[in-house]
């Protein structure tokens, strides 16, 4: 089964950008349907972007023009490009399969903190 590794996180003011990056220490993403989920402080993990191997791409209304998602296979890595970051983007971001048939492991998610 696939091990996902979420990097990228940081502490940014608000309107800045970051690039996060969703890696597998153990599995291959190319036939995967892979998603962005975030977890703020005493709140529920949600879906904030999806990507199909077909590359078709879907959004949260919450980040929808803000972060892209992007996928490169042969990396074996799946990104998460956020622009015009606002202090409530502040979460714990993970990286899975897309919501449906279950999940993969959870990673350790990397921190994003935006200040105001």
């Known amino acids: 089964q696939v091990q996902f590794v979420e990097s990228g996180g940081d502490l940014v003011q608000a309107g800045g950008s970051l690039r996060l990056s969703c890696t597998a220490s153990?599995?291959?993403?190319?036939?995967?349907?892979i998603a962005w989920y975030r977890q703020a402080p005493g709140q529920q993990r949600l879906f904030i972007a999806g990507?199909?191997?077909?590359?078709?791409?879907n959004y949260s209304d919450s980040v929808k023009g803000r972060f892209t998602i992007s996928r490169d296979n042969a990396k074996n890595t799946v990104y998460l490009q956020m622009n015009s970051l606002k202090p409530e983007d502040t979460a714990v971001y993970y990286c899975?399969?897309?919501?449906?048939?279950?999940?993969?492991?959870w990673g350790r998610g990397t921190q994003v903190t935006i200040s105001s």
């Open positions: 990507i199909r191997t077909d590359d078709i791409t």
């Open positions: 899975n399969v897309l919501p449906g048939r279950g999940f993969f492991p």
């Open positions: 153990r599995g291959t993403f190319d036939f995967i349907n």
